[in-house]
């Protein structure tokens, strides 16, 4: 069996730079898990998309939103909203902006590992 591994965000292994956000990664083993709070006024498409070099977001998430609420628009224009209390699976190739004047904190289980980083690494080029 593996070893147990206790993390918290409040001491991330990795902070991510994102406008209007904070981005805390915790290194679980093999996987990572993200803590993303978005703040009033954050958009994927004007903060993280200048970071990811894509046209929309390619990372597939699988989260739980802890408060807030955020607005989904898929590539093939269908759209959605989470909220506080809503566990999501996001498939990658969409839009997000953050509704209302609250802060949106979600806990991304999945999508960690590449979320606002740059698409092309210097390995994938090899």
């Given at each position: 069996?593996?070893?147990?591994?206790?993390?918290?965000?409040?001491?991330?292994?990795?902070?991510?730079?994102v406008?209007?956000?904070?981005?805390?990664?915790?290194?679980?083993?093999?996987?990572?898990?993200?803590?993303?709070?978005?703040?009033?006024?954050?958009?994927?498409?004007?903060?993280?998309?200048?970071?990811?070099?894509?046209?929309?977001?390619?990372?597939?998430?699988?989260?739980?939103?802890?408060?807030?609420?955020?607005?989904?628009?898929?590539?093939?224009?269908?759209?959605?909203?989470?909220?506080?209390?809503?566990?999501?699976?996001i498939?990658?190739?969409?839009?997000?902006?953050?509704?209302?004047?609250?802060?949106?904190?979600?806990?991304?289980?999945?999508?960690?590992?590449?979320?606002?980083?740059?698409?092309?690494?210097?390995?994938?080029?090899?």
């Open positions: 069996m593996g070893e147990t591994i206790l993390k918290r965000f409040e001491t991330p292994d990795e902070l991510r730079d406008p209007k956000a904070t981005v805390e990664v915790v290194n679980l083993g093999d996987v990572q898990a993200m803590r993303g709070t978005f703040e009033p006024g954050w958009k994927w498409s004007e903060c993280v998309r200048p970071i990811a070099g894509t046209d929309s977001c390619e990372v597939e998430h699988l989260g739980y939103v802890v408060s807030g609420s955020m607005h989904i628009k898929m590539d093939d224009g269908t759209e959605y909203t989470v909220k506080a209390g809503d566990a999501t699976s498939k990658p190739g969409h839009d997000a902006w953050v509704l209302g004047e609250e802060n949106c904190v979600i806990l991304d289980f999945q999508g960690a590992a590449i979320y606002a980083k740059p698409a092309k690494t210097e390995a994938a080029t090899k």
